[in-house]
């Protein structure tokens, strides 16, 4: 079992940077593919970045690539998403997972544990 919690989200104003901590509780994690999602008010929760149990290897969504990184603090139990140039259409509820895949799985359906979620707004 792993028990996740994020922080590290508020209030920005566009082009500002933010840069969101995934802390994680359990062995287990150790072994996990970690993958950060966000989900906007009135639509469905999509995938952002996921970085593998080793953090050797990374993806993230093109929506985001270039200004969004992913990467895992030598403990091995801190997953961080840096956030850069921020827009307003990044607003939303953001969720690290974890997944046991030793793939980086991008959907849903794959990540077993679920942070609470942290919210970033961005004003314009």
């Known amino acids: 079992q792993v028990e996740l919690v994020e922080s590290g989200g508020g209030l920005v104003q566009a082009g500002d940077s933010l840069r969101l901590t995934c802390t994680a509780r359990?062995?287990?994690?150790?072994?996990?593919?970690i993958g950060w999602f966000r989900q906007a008010p009135g639509k469905e929760r999509e995938f952002v970045a996921a970085?593998?149990?080793?953090?050797?290897?990374?993806t993230t969504a093109d929506s985001v690539k270039g200004r969004f990184f992913i990467s895992k603090h030598n403990d091995k139990y801190t997953v961080y998403l840096q956030m850069n140039g921020l827009r307003a259409d990044d607003t939303a509820l953001y969720y690290c997972?974890?997944?046991?895949?030793?793939?980086?799985?991008?959907?849903?359906?794959?990540?077993?544990?679920w942070g609470p979620g942290t919210q970033v707004t961005v004003s314009s």
């Open positions: 970085i593998n149990w080793s953090g050797a290897l990374e």
């Open positions: 997972a974890a997944s046991s895949s030793f793939d980086l799985p991008t959907t849903l359906n794959h990540y077993e544990n």
């Open positions: 359990g062995s287990a994690f150790l072994d996990s593919a």
